[in-house]
């Protein structure tokens, strides 16, 4: 199976902060890696797909790049309502799907 | 815009089981695959059950192979997991989610709990 692992786990921040989170697969995924946004109590939510591409109604802040094993999601300036928890998944194996542990994004 | 509520969770015994329903809305929903995926307290989130629009092919992550079983009528727009041998370690929020080829996981309910517990 293939594992996902994200780095770091927990990325102390402030408002107008660059942030990156980093999200490494045990095999070559090619670019079918989303990135997802869940905060406390609720769902999590879509966030980008294809590794780059953003979801409908994401502010372009964020963005996402990488292929094969090493992907990023990067927020150019972070904002108070991006202060959450940020998960990886893997969909390039169409049998099983493989999230990361999450990052969560708190206030320095 | 596409909608997944799911109901069915509750309080259940170890070794007990239990029916997790999803019912979608405002899409069609006998186009797309669904799947299930839980968050147990304080956890990160784990993909559990995958099936496609016509209910042909289905897939299980190996911690419920054998003891949950999916299901759908795409009829009554409804989503089913059927969960039996419940052990402590099944507690955890049950989403249920769209899940598309090449945009991945792009609908969630809003989750249902189920708590293993005697």
């Known amino acids: 199976d293939i594992q996902m692992t994200q780095s770091p786990s927990t990325l102390s921040a402030s408002v107008g902060d660059r942030v990156t989170i980093t999200c490494r697969a045990s095999q070559s995924i090619s670019d079918w890696l989303a990135w997802y946004q869940q905060k406390p109590g609720k769902a999590p939510k879509l966030l980008m797909y294809k590794a780059s591409t953003l979801e409908s109604g994401v502010p372009s802040r964020f963005s996402g790049s990488g292929s094969g094993t090493e992907f990023t999601l990067t927020i150019s300036r972070l904002q108070p309502d991006d202060f959450a928890t940020y998960y990886c998944q893997q969909y390039n194996s169409f049998s099983t799907w493989t999230f990361g542990q999450g990052t969560k994004v708190e206030v320095k | 815009e596409a909608h997944l509520e799911e109901s069915g969770g509750g309080l259940v015994q170890p070794g007990g089981s239990l029916r997790l329903s999803c019912a979608g809305s405002?899409?069609?929903?006998?186009?797309?695959?669904l799947a299930w995926v839980r968050q147990a307290p304080g956890k990160g989130l784990e993909w559990l059950s995958y099936i496609s629009s016509s209910s042909a092919t289905i897939y299980y992550a190996d911690s419920v192979k054998g003891r949950f079983t999916i299901s759908r009528d795409n009829t009554e727009e409804s989503l089913f997991l059927d969960m039996s041998s419940l052990r402590v370690d099944d507690t955890a929020v049950y989403y249920c989610?769209?899940?598309?080829?090449?945009?991945?996981?792009?609908?969630w309910g809003q989750g249902t709990t189920v708590t293993v517990s005697s």
């Open positions: 989610v769209r899940n598309e080829y090449y945009t991945g996981m792009d609908v």
């Open positions: 405002d899409f069609t929903f006998s186009s797309y695959s």
